[in-house]
């Protein structure tokens, strides 16, 4: 008899399964079996509810897109070797440049040279936002020959940072800077 329930039960799972899968109406109900219906609709246990229409959520989720690379690239219109320079920077702070791995110093130290006018601000510009989106922007520091260049980038001059003074070249400023200062 357990035998029997057991396979007649294994049967119906099997239809039931089949007419689930193909959507058809044609799985037989049985006079010993009862079709229950699910009841969609809520209800109503006191005149409150009866008033709300939707549950509002309880929290709210809001993506934060950071800009990429190509997007600083695009905002601050960087020509080809400018977009160079900004990879290999910026590649260097995020860790994937594969030639440097196990070396004990990975500080990048980079010099951009060029005629008056050729984007170096620029570049440095767009080095600087990157920086700072990543929030690592104590990390960077921006000298320039001049005070001029340097006032330009947000920068020290290279006399500066390095404490040199040009009055008295026996006297050093004393004064050590550390990762944040400008």
């Known amino acids: 008899m357990s035998k029997q329930w057991k ?16 959507g058809e109406d044609s799985l037989e109900v049985r006079n010993d ?7 969609t609709s809520e209800i ?3 005149p409150f509810k009866m008033n709300i229409a939707a549950v ?8 934060i897109s950071l800009p990429t690379k190509y997007d600083i690239i695009r905002k601050f219109t960087l020509n080809s070797q400018q977009q160079f320079a900004f990879m290999i920077i910026t590649g260097h702070l995020d860790g994937d440049n594969q030639f440097h791995t196990g070396t004990i110093d990975n500080q990048l130290l980079m010099c951009v040279p060029g005629c ?5 601000s620029q570049l440095i510009r767009a080095i600087t936002n990157y920086f700072q989106m990543t929030k690592r922007g ?4 921006k000298v320039a020959p001049t005070s001029i260049a340097a006032a330009e980038i947000d920068g020290l001059t290279i006399h500066s940072f390095l404490g040199e ?6 006297k050093r400023q004393t004064r050590t800077f550390r990762p944040g200062d400008t």
């Open 7 to 22: 396979q007649d039960i294994e049967n119906r799972k099997d239809q039931a399964r089949s007419y689930l899968i193909s």
């Open 33 to 39: 079996e009862v079709q229950v219906e699910g009841v």
């Open 44 to 46: 109503p246990t006191s």
């Open 56 to 63: 509002p959520p309880v929290t709210t989720t809001i993506a």
């Open 116 to 120: 008056g006018g050729t984007g170096k």
């Open 138 to 141: 104590t990390m960077l520091r």
């Open 165 to 170: 003074s040009r009055k008295n070249s026996k």
